[in-house]
């Protein structure tokens, strides 16, 4: 084979001490480019660059690949990976690879000696490392022109140390997690708690470890070698702990290019660091302290290397192909790695040898077999859950089945247990979540890295949550810094919004409101609560800032009006100048400067405002319509009647303007969303719980009174009367009241079809009462008969039994303003509307009284006295028999001087008949939608 890929772009080695800028000079590189792709040698480095890459470019334009998660937008142009994940084929105009000089590393060294001969950019590749390594690339790649770098900062050495007396901002560094545990333990005890970083915590673990450093809760960092793969922390000193390790053969000691790797991460940019040691290691040599602080070492002199290009036309030939010797002096054949050992278990098993026989069922096996060890395991081990998962790829689908990986997840979705348990339980995670993000290895790859991801997540807070509990002493770490300064009391809040002062809970900040605990006062109450307050000031920025662009996602807007963010009260609702738009007050945030709180107004207002134009769309739509001058005339005073009102009206009340629309314009009004019913006209889609909902908040909040009406249970269509509500309450939410019930728009003119369908014939309107109408709404035998009576109906025939329906018959509407012909107005009124109203706002509501003064008609005036009726004689007359009784005109009742509301609303009286035709009945005078109507059959219902 060529021992080198030809490149379409120069190649450029940027090779140097760490603290030298490689990685973020590579990233620039990259982005200037119009794709690239960066190899990476840790997932948590890989997650901290692609994060980076997501803040400059966006999330579609950044892809993240490493063996257990995978992240690549359709529209991905930049490819940050960790080096065993990169898909070198594919093209792209920028490539590096960082930290080459781990093709030196004996268990890894292959990958990056593999990434650094053939990955390749066509416009340019970058190659990034120790100089150790200027004369092996020389070698290998002689077209790279070396570029040396220069260390920002000077690194010098400050000698052994005690834990106990180590500096601030300090990183001890030790090899096993064993020994991470007992120091973290002893400086929570000693100097109130440290951060632990370690290769094997999840990214979303070892973030949240490094923010609690960072944010100067703890001052110490508890970490293994993880940490000198370019991870970048405020460390003003690193502290070896141990300088041996154990590499997966054998314990050795560090080479001194390996500690300078580890101690260079002391000192960032311009500031200069230190290194030492502390505990049980051994002082350093003076030639190693020398060849660390002038960044001088020996080069390195072999890469190991694995062939590439491999045959898989049978296990022997693949055993074969992966032993053949480097084709270069300067590589060495790399010792059997771990998926090499798991192939030669596996080739000498009979169930394996009977499956692999084709050359697609090869390569199968040599990708399973590629499955890291996350476990650590040892390799008969590994080698039986490599056996397992092959075994059930090489049959049927060649698929995991479901059962299969829900079954092992289903073990390990508990966050029970210590930090040991966990630690564990991540680990094996991470070998299902490698399953998951092999495309063809899962029916379902998407759903599977989706629940791996969730269990790893919940699974790394979890450990979080007990590195905390076991490392961290929040007490003695506030009284260590106190000690320290005591004029200066230093307070912090965690996550959960507890604030801390010197140690001491002084309260809790919930949302944008700091809410003081009771007991502060016996802990010197004043200074407490200064130091909280300066503490508080840059969370409550904080929380500000990300309330001025929230996610309408992580909103909620309560039926009380009150804005909840992360289930926390942050605004609440208030009039403002119309129904459809309220104001708005922040639920704290005093704090916080005056441009954020606006911020975080606006943003909180935009959200409110989408979420009202979204749900109420309908509503819009219709005043849109009302606007446009294309619309009818007729069309538009309708429109513009309903839009005021809030999408509902009773028919009596616009009857004339509904006569007034010929067939052309309904249709015109149908086409707005709304419906021409028998008792209503309406806006069906407001109906929806959704919209209803809302609008009755926004009503409610532009009145200045409580909570809005509440909605019924999901499929009711009716409900209890509560008489403290007015009509335009439950109008606001789709309902019209009707004696003891409220009913639904919809349902009440399904009642009305039901009612037509009941008549044997159009000139007979007299119906039997159906069980049909007691389902439609829900409701009792009594109450249905309160709902007919309130809408005009009047009952004819009594059934055999009060509590049954059978047998009871109703009859015709009286005629009166619903729905029939409107009632004579009262002398003086205008015969086609009555007095002009006043233009309400959206919601006003039907029925809302008017308190101008309204003409008088008979039904008002007194009444006459009984005795001075001219039939009053008639009441002293005494007959001895019954005589016959002769056949008489029907009179007309007088009418009563008020109206006599039943309990059910059953009968009405005829004040509405003789009011003048234009005024709203107010809700104390009648209840029901349409109080009364002709005796014939109402058609002028639409559907």
């Not at 009367?721 to 019209?736: E, L, P, V, W």
């Not at 016959?884 to 008020?898: D, G, I, L, N, S």
Request: charged fraction near 30%; include cysteine.
């Amino acid at each position: 084979m060529s021992a080198l890929e030809r490149a379409a772009g120069p190649i450029t080695a940027a090779l140097g001490p760490t603290n030298t800028g490689k990685t973020h000079l590579a990233i620039e590189r990259m982005l200037a480019h119009s794709s690239g792709m960066i190899g990476l040698p840790l997932r948590l480095l890989a997650r901290e660059v692609y994060d980076r890459v997501v803040r400059a470019k966006g999330e579609g334009a950044a892809a993240l690949i490493t063996g257990e998660e995978k992240i690549v937008p359709k529209s991905a142009r930049y490819f940050i990976c960790t080096a065993e994940s990169m898909p070198v084929s594919k093209q792209v105009a920028f490539m590096a690879i960082d930290e080459v000089q781990l093709a030196a590393d004996p268990e890894r060294g292959h990958i990056f000696t593999d990434r650094l001969l053939r990955a390749r950019g066509r416009e340019e590749t970058m190659l990034l490392g120790a100089a150790t390594m200027t004369g092996l690339i020389r070698e290998l790649v002689p077209d790279a022109e070396i570029v040396g770098r220069e260390r920002f900062s000077r690194l010098s050495y400050a000698g052994p140390a005690k834990l106990t007396a180590l500096p601030r901002r300090s990183a001890i560094v030790a090899f096993s997690a064993e020994s991470v545990y007992a120091i973290a333990e002893l400086l929570r005890r000693r100097r109130g708690g440290a951060a632990v970083v370690m290769g094997s915590l999840s990214p979303r673990t070892r973030n949240a470890q490094v923010a609690l450093y960072q944010s100067g809760e703890v001052d110490f960092l508890v970490a293994t070698d993880a940490i000198g793969m370019g991870l970048n922390m405020e460390i003003e000193h690193v502290a070896f702990a141990e300088s041996r390790k154990f590499d997966g053969r054998k314990m050795r000691r560090l080479t001194p290019a390996e500690l300078s790797q580890i101690a260079g991460r002391a000192g960032r940019f311009r500031t200069d660091g230190s290194f030492g040691e502390t505990a049980e290691c051994r002082p350093f040599d003076p030639d190693v302290v020398e060849a660390i602080e002038s960044h001088t070492f020996a080069p390195v002199q072999k890469l190991y290397w694995r062939n590439p290009l491999l045959d898989e036309s049978s296990i022997e030939a693949l055993q074969y192909s992966l032993g053949k010797p480097p084709f270069h002096p300067a590589l060495e054949r790399v010792r059997e790695a771990s998926d090499e050992a798991a192939l030669g278990v596996l080739a000498g098993d009979p169930e394996i040898r009977e499956r692999a026989t084709s050359p697609g069922m090869v390569a199968r096996l040599w990708e399973v077999c590629r499955l890291p060890d996350f476990r650590k395991a040892t390799l008969d081990a590994h080698a039986r859950l490599v056996k397992s998962i092959y075994m059930h790829l090489a049959k049927g689908r060649g698929r995991l089945p479901d059962t299969y990986m829900a079954g092992h997840l289903e073990k390990l979705n508990k966050t029970t247990g210590d930090v040991d348990a966990l630690a564990a339980r991540l680990s094996y995670v991470r070998t299902w979540a490698y399953a998951a993000n092999r495309s063809d290895w899962t029916h379902n790859p998407d759903y599977w890295r989706a629940e791996t991801r969730q269990i790893e997540d919940k699974l790394s807070d979890a450990l979080h949550e007990r590195l905390m509990q076991r490392f961290v002493d929040r007490r003695t770490s506030a009284l260590v810094k106190g000690l320290r300064d005591e004029k200066d009391l230093l307070a912090g809040v965690s996550k959960t919004g507890e604030v801390t002062v010197e140690g001491h809970y002084v309260g809790r900040l919930q949302g944008l409101v700091f809410q003081p605990d009771a007991d502060g006062r016996e802990l010197a109450a004043r200074a407490l609560r200064s130091a909280a307050l300066k503490a508080l000031r840059p969370e409550v920025n904080r929380r500000l800032a990300m309330l001025a662009t929230p996610k309408a996602e992580d909103l909620n807007l309560t039926a009380a009006g009150i804005i909840e963010w992360e289930d926390r009260p942050v605004a609440k609702l208030r009039p403002g100048p119309s129904v459809l738009r309220p104001g708005l007050a922040l639920t704290g945030g005093e704090l916080g400067s005056a441009e954020a709180q606006a911020a975080a107004r606006k943003g909180l207002e935009d959200f409110v405002h989408t979420r009202t134009d979204t749900l109420l769309a309908p509503l819009m739509a219709l005043k849109t319509g009302a606007e446009d001058e294309a619309t009818p005339g007729p069309v538009r005073g309708v429109a513009w009647r309903l839009y005021e009102a809030g999408g509902a009206l009773p028919r009596h009340e616009i009857v004339e303007e509904i006569k007034a629309l010929d067939p052309d314009m309904r249709r015109v009004l149908r086409g707005f969303g709304v419906r021409i019913g028998q008792h209503m006209i309406y806006l069906p889609a407001l109906v929806k719980p959704a919209p209803a909902a809302h609008f009755a908040l926004l009503r409610a909040i532009h009145e200045d009174r409580g909570e809005a009406v509440v909605l019924p249970e999901p499929g009711l269509t009716s409900m209890a009367n509560d008489k403290s509500r007015t009509r335009a309450d439950y109008a606001a939410i789709g309902f019209q009241t009707c004696g003891p019930r409220v009913v639904r728009f919809d349902m009440l003119e399904r009642l009305a079809d039901v009612i037509r369908e009941a008549r044997p014939e159009p000139k007979k309107p007299a119906f039997d009462l159906k069980a049909e109408m007691t389902a439609l709404l829900g409701c009792s035998v009594e109450d249905l008969r309160g709902v007919l009576g309130a809408l005009g109906y009047k009952r004819v025939k009594k059934g055999e039994d009060e509590e049954k329906l059978a047998g009871e018959v109703w009859g015709p509407r009286r005629r009166g303003p619903a729905g029939g012909r409107p009632a004579k107005p009262a002398h003086g009124a205008d015969q086609k509307r009555g007095p002009k109203s006043a233009k309400r706002e959206p919601g006003a509501g039907p029925g809302k009284r008017d308190n101008r003064q309204r003409p008088q008609n008979r039904v008002e005036q007194e009444p006459i006295k009984p005795e001075d009726s001219p039939f009053a004689a008639l009441a002293q007359l005494k007959l001895d028999e019954k005589p016959t009784k002769p056949k008489r005109k029907r009179r007309k009742k007088p009418a009563k001087a008020k109206p006599d509301a039943n309990a059910n609303g059953a009968e009405n009286s005829a004040v509405g008949e003789d009011k003048p035709a234009g005024n709203n009945p107010s809700p104390e005078s009648t209840e029901a939608v349409a109080p009364a109507a002709a005796s014939t059959p109402d058609a002028a219902g639409e559907a």
